[in-house]
């Protein structure tokens, strides 16, 4: 084994070394300055290629020295392209600027670029810009859930639900990330609506099977939501005063970057309350949630983000006697620092908090009880991207998770002989189990002929809690029969 991994490091040492230019850099709206996810970046005339990672970075090696032209797309911008100068074992830097261009769509059609050029091994991967999201709404409100419903292997269980059923798998088995931050239960009203609110979104990656080494935890699928990072050049907002909720996003520039909020609430609770009274009790519901990121280029290589997400629902019934309320949500921030150690290494670090509880309470006859239930997590990843060649990309990292459950329940009786409160009736349980989670991962893609690509990876992670350790193997094949059918495992 450890000759096999010797031969395999040599091999690539030896491809690295071979005199020909890279190109690397970002790509950009260039009306707000803002990264790209999932753009594609080529080389005309030849089969090299590459997708820009979470950052909207690129890098592509091996690229022949002399005139080349260099080709960029996104849906929904209009087509690049930039002939350039190269000399061997040049690392050229480019930062490419897209236009926006119109769409015009007579029908609501889910859309994903045909990346016949790059090197990619994909399985079961989509990449929905928000453009699209947008497109599909309901009551009145767009909802990421919803459209992404309409995808292959992606059912709902009902007309009123949102959530995602991938493959046979319930809605629990989904990995749900903001900015990297874990989100437990990404609905509101019941599930009836997502959490997201696309005003905040820039991107949208679902991967329904064959994931990648660095996600684990979850059987069915993986949700990568991507928030905006804001204009660069001027401040602008939006409103919008829907059926259902109220939205309003700003952004602008600030120092070297850019920041962004945004929050979305109904107002059904505010209509009740000047509505005449009745005699049956009504309940008292509304949900809100709010997003926030300001991000900061330090120098050429590096930029600092951080973002944050919460979302609450809250509802409150006081009948004849009886009262009963509920307040459950999450919040999550993350701090992210991206560095580009080379024209071919790309590292990232995350340093994540995220928080989901469920809070009941209820009272009859002047006795009364409160349950709440919280999971907190603590995350520290640090990744990074190896471009070792045109045919092969490493990536690898290490996380560290701290996880805190815990359980409170208290009982109260009726006011005490002075009339100054409620008094507990039985000593509350408090209770807190901590568990810390370590895991590692390495991956490797590599393209074995024009028409066979490997992605082969494994994932390791360590359980405190219980002393055990997991170990999950990940290989993926797509074999390209022609430009347009290629077939995957």
């Given at each position: ?10 091999a690539l040492l030896a491809i690295t070394t071979v005199h020909a230019a890279t190109i ?157 931050a874990v989100v437990y239960n990404p609905s509101h009203l019941f599930g009836f609506y ?296």
């Open positions: 084994m450890r000759h096999c991994f010797a031969a395999l490091v040599l690397s850099g970002y790509v950009r709206d260039s009306e707000t300055k803002e990264s790209l996810v999932s753009a594609t970046v080529s080389i005309a005339g030849t089969r090299l290629g590459a997708r820009t990672n979470k950052s909207g970075f690129f890098s592509i090696q091996n690229v022949p020295a002399g005139r080349q032209t260099v080709v960029a797309s996104y849906l929904g911008y209009d087509r690049y392209e930039l002939a350039i100068e190269l000399t061997t074992d040049e690392a050229r830097r480019m930062n490419i600027e897209l236009k926006p261009g119109s769409v015009k769509t007579g029908e609501i059609t889910v859309r994903a670029e045909r990346e016949t050029e790059t090197r990619e091994i994909e399985i079961s991967r989509v990449d929905v810009p928000i453009e699209q999201l947008s497109e599909i709404r309901l009551g009145g409100e767009s909802d990421v859930f919803r459209a992404l419903q309409y995808l292959p292997g992606v059912l709902a269980s009902s007309q009123i639900s949102s959530g995602l059923y991938v493959r046979g798998g319930s809605p629990d088995q989904n990995l749900v990330l903001v900015d990297g997502s959490a997201f609110n696309t005003d905040a979104i820039k991107d949208v990656e679902l991967i329904k099977g064959g994931f990648p080494a660095e996600y684990g935890g979850r059987l069915s699928a993986v949700l990568n939501i991507t928030q905006k990072e804001g204009n660069r050049e001027k401040v602008e907002g939006l409103a919008s005063i829907g059926l259902i909720a109220s939205r309003l996003a700003l952004e602008g520039p600030v120092g070297n970057g850019s920041w962004f909020i945004g929050g979305r609430r109904t107002y059904l609770d505010l209509i009740l309350e000047i509505a005449p009274e009745t005699e049956d009790p009504i309940p008292d519901f509304y949900f809100y949630d709010a997003n926030a990121r300001i991000t900061q280029e330090i120098g050429d290589n590096d930029r600092i983000s951080l973002s944050g997400f919460i979302s609450r629902d809250h509802l409150t019934f006081a009948g004849t006697g009886l009262d009963f309320g509920m307040d459950l949500g999450n919040t999550t921030g993350a701090v992210k620092w991206t560095h580009i150690a080379g024209s071919n290494l790309f590292t990232t670090f995350t340093a994540a908090a995220s928080e989901y509880s469920t809070g009941f309470t209820g009272g009859f006859s002047g006795t009364g009880f409160g349950v709440t239930n919280t999971i907190t997590d603590y995350t520290a990843r640090l990744g990074a991207e190896w471009y070792a060649s045109d045919l092969a990309t490493v990536r690898m990292g290490v996380e560290a998770t701290n996880y805190q459950f815990q359980y409170l329940q208290e009982f109260f009786g009726p006011a005490d002989s002075a009339g100054t409160g409620a008094t507990p009736a039985i000593p509350q349980a408090d209770l807190i189990i901590p568990d810390w989670v370590y895991g590692g991962y390495a991956q490797l893609t590599y393209q074995l002929t024009d028409e066979l690509g490997l992605q082969g990876g494994v994932r390791a992670d360590y359980f405190d809690l219980n002393n055990s350790t997991t170990i999950d193997p990940r290989v993926a094949l797509r074999y390209t029969a022609s430009p347009a059918l290629s077939f995957k495992a």
